[in-house]
């Protein structure tokens, strides 16, 4: 499996969980509870492993998760004096890691 084919399933698994946290939360369970908490700790163990995964070494797929709303967010990644760049999509953020790691 290529890393977008990874990246691609992971954003999947993301979109899953939340579905089913919004589902679980509306049927009166808190955002806080010991399961929803179980849950989102294994998703974020799966990014962490997914990041190794890509080469990346900076947290970039957290950003883009929790900063970045999976590309709908208004942040923007940098590189030391490189400048700025929005990161839209998966395609943008594995070619910004990359672009990261031949620096």
Known sequence: MGKIELL?????????LEEQSIKLNDMGLSPDSDLLNAMWHCFTEYTELVAQQI????????????????????????????GTKKINNLEELLAFIEYENEQ
């Open 55 to 82: 080469g990346d070494d900076n947290e970039w797929l957290m950003w883009y998760w929790l900063e970045n709303d999976f590309g709908d967010g208004d942040s923007v990644a940098s590189i030391g004096d490189s």
């Open 8 to 16: 691609k399933r992971w954003e999947r698994a993301w979109a899953l």
